[in-house]
């Protein structure tokens, strides 16, 4: 079983920069894959977009448009943690942010690819 935990969320100015953090426990094999996905005001609950997702071996890496260029997903092994560096954050990033993971990935960019979910961070950005 691997349990996965948020932080790093906060509200922020457009412009700005967060840098949020997943930190894993329980066994992660080398084709676990991490990813980020978030969840927009008004929203339905199941209705989660993708953001970014990491391959753990290998590191190959997985934007949604909107976020190349501006966002960074990246791994510390040692820590068994996945972090989403966030920079010049637009109002409409503004959304609840998800950690997600699974083995054997074969798509990233869907949701139910994955079996784990962290209870997600809040990130709100003022315009």
């Known amino acids: 079983q691997v349990q996965l935990v948020e932080s790093g969320g906060g509200l922020v100015q457009a412009g700005g920069s967060l840098r949020l953090s997943c930190a894993a426990s329980?066994?992660?094999?080398?084709?676990?894959?991490m990813g980020w996905f978030r969840r927009a005001p008004g929203k339905d609950r199941d209705d989660r977009e993708f953001v970014a997702a990491i391959r753990w071996n290998g590191g190959s890496t997985y934007y949604r448009d909107s976020v190349k260029g501006r966002f960074t997903i990246s791994t510390d092994s040692a820590k068994k943690t996945v972090y989403l560096q966030m920079n010049t954050l637009k109002p409409e990033d503004t959304a609840r942010y998800y950690c997600a993971g699974a083995q054997e990935v074969q798509r990233p960019q869907l949701h139910y690819a994955y079996d784990y979910w962290g209870q997600g961070t809040q990130v709100t950005v003022s315009s």
């Open positions: 329980g066994r992660l094999f080398g084709s676990f894959t």
